[in-house]
């Protein structure tokens, strides 16, 4: 079998990218280890980012994104028996994130790749990647006792932190860094009314605790306990009164008990790879990082790599040029670190500290309360939390187009449909203009407009679009 991607794991981080690639014209084969139930039986977060949410309506993935997904528009801090709400969308011009579990993500783009017959193989045992210093690297497999080998371009490898991908790094070419914590989450999922319509961040003397919701009467709840502890000792009874016992008592008061329908420890760290290739082998989301859960930005993250690494990939089959594949790893760490920063800070501030003799937490209140007491804090957590843009590749691309000499002129006319539009263009630049349309469909549209622009080639204008929303007649370029 031949490919032009072959994308190990089948997870969200490899789903999105097979379903970028797709409607960008770039064949993918995906394998994956488990069974489709298994993947998809998965309980994990789904507090998404509007980078996310966005990406996810630009590929077709987004309809029931938006009929279930609730939109937040602020978060809770609790301590000290009181509770501040951050307003993130006043704080940071409108942003938000999107409650969605990530397996509801999963099975959306499930259903998108195999409406689109995306090639997705699971159940591939010994999957081992081949010549990645080559032009042609390949993947071996075997799948009911048979062995299969599969010929590509490129491998991605969004397989986890356990996966084959990282592992194939010859020794010494990886450097890693790592911060365990020596605490983690117990749990409990349960149908019940959540204790508020936005999630709460609890801070107390007993430990953390977290209020959040994954449906209208689906809640999922959680508390700081030791790292080893044993799930088995906590009752449903001793969950609910711990859980309460740490939450302001108004708050307290209202919460809607019941039985638990999952219980689960989580264990909290911090982990990077560095770099994030090796030849023609790229890593995305766990394959390359962890991040403690207390941010929110585990599948955000995976979703920045996909977009970094769907822009390279895209960049390389369309006009050749690899630039973007070479600075993928650079680009995805940036951001990568200032997740990881803010993951471990919210981790240090609203958690008990194992060695605190008392300073520590007086040091957390202070600064819980300069944080609730101060615009510039505020927004710079709300700016962290409902996630920090996607870098573009270059800063100077508009000055490169505007003061070029050989200028072409295009008219583009995107007629609005339901939801997010695809584009129809009119253009008089020579070129591919399959490629371009496609480039194209990465701008997302508010209405009905004609718009006009010089460019200096093919390679400015695909950058331009991937970073540029067209909305209500003016241009946003998205930049650091």
């Known amino acids: 079998m031949k490919t032009q991607v072959g994308i190990i794991g089948g997870g969200p981080a490899g789903l999105l990218l097979s379903q970028i690639l797709h409607v960008n014209g770039i064949d993918s084969v995906i394998l994956e280890r488990q069974t489709r139930a298994y993947v998809l039986g998965r309980i994990r977060a789904g507090v998404l980012e509007q980078g996310l949410t966005d990406t996810l309506r630009r590929v077709d993935v987004g309809d029931r994104l938006d009929r279930e997904g609730q939109v937040h528009g602020g978060v809770n801090l609790a301590f000290g028996?009181?509770?501040?709400?951050?307003?993130?969308?006043?704080?940071?011009?409108?942003?938000?994130?999107?409650?969605?579990?990530?397996?509801e993500v999963t099975r959306d783009l499930y259903e998108a790749r195999d409406a689109m017959g995306g090639v997705i193989i699971d159940e591939a045992e010994d999957v081992t990647p081949h010549d990645l210093t080559t032009d042609t690297p390949a993947l071996s497999y075997r799948k009911d006792g048979e062995a299969h080998r599969i010929e590509c371009d490129f491998v991605a490898a969004c397989d986890g932190f356990h996966g084959v991908g990282r592992q194939s790094f010859p020794s010494g070419s990886l450097k890693t860094y790592e911060k365990v914590y020596p605490f983690g989450w117990l749990g409990i999922l349960s149908r019940t009314k959540p204790a508020n319509h936005e999630l709460i961040y609890g801070n107390h003397e007993r430990g953390f605790v977290l209020c959040s919701m994954r449906a209208e009467r689906l809640s999922r709840y959680y508390v700081q306990v030791a790292a080893d502890e044993d799930v088995d000792a906590w009752s449903d009874e001793r969950f609910w009164d711990e859980l309460c016992r740490r939450l302001p008592e108004d708050v307290a008061a209202g919460i809607e008990q019941g039985?638990?329908?999952?219980?689960?420890?989580?264990?909290?760290?911090?982990?990077?790879?560095?770099?994030?290739?090796?030849?023609?082998?790229?890593?995305?989301?766990?394959?390359?990082h962890i991040v403690p859960p207390t941010g929110a930005k585990g599948l955000n993250l995976a979703a920045s790599d996909v977009h970094y690494l769907s822009e390279g990939l895209i960049s390389y089959y369309g006009s050749g040029d690899e630039s973007g594949l070479r600075a993928y790893s650079e680009r995805a760490l940036r951001r990568i670190w200032k997740a990881e920063r803010f993951s471990w800070w919210m981790t240090m501030l609203m958690h008990k500290l194992a060695d605190d003799d008392g300073f520590g937490g007086k040091v957390q209140r202070a600064e819980l309360d300069y944080l609730t007491g101060s615009q510039a804090a505020m927004t710079a957590l709300a700016e962290n939390y409902v996630g920090l843009p996607y870098y573009p590749r270059s800063r100077d691309f508009l000055n490169q187009a505007s003061s070029s000499t050989n200028r072409s002129a295009f008219q583009l006319r995107a007629a609005l449909r339901p939801s997010f539009s695809r584009i129809e263009l009119n253009s008089s630049i020579s070129g591919d203009d399959s490629r371009l349309a496609r480039a194209m469909a990465s701008s997302s549209i508010d209405r009905s407009m004609t718009w006009r622009t010089p460019i200096i080639s093919y390679e400015a204008l695909m950058s331009f679009l991937l970073y540029s929303t067209v909305a209500a007649g003016s241009l946003a370029i998205v930049a650091a």
């Open 81 to 103: 028996g009181r509770m501040v709400r951050i307003d993130l969308e006043g704080l940071t011009g409108g942003k938000t994130v999107t409650v969605y579990g990530q397996t």
């Open 259 to 288: 039985p638990s329908i999952e219980k689960s420890l989580t264990p909290l760290r911090s982990f990077v790879a560095e770099p994030l290739n090796y030849g023609r082998l790229f890593l995305a989301g766990d394959a390359g």
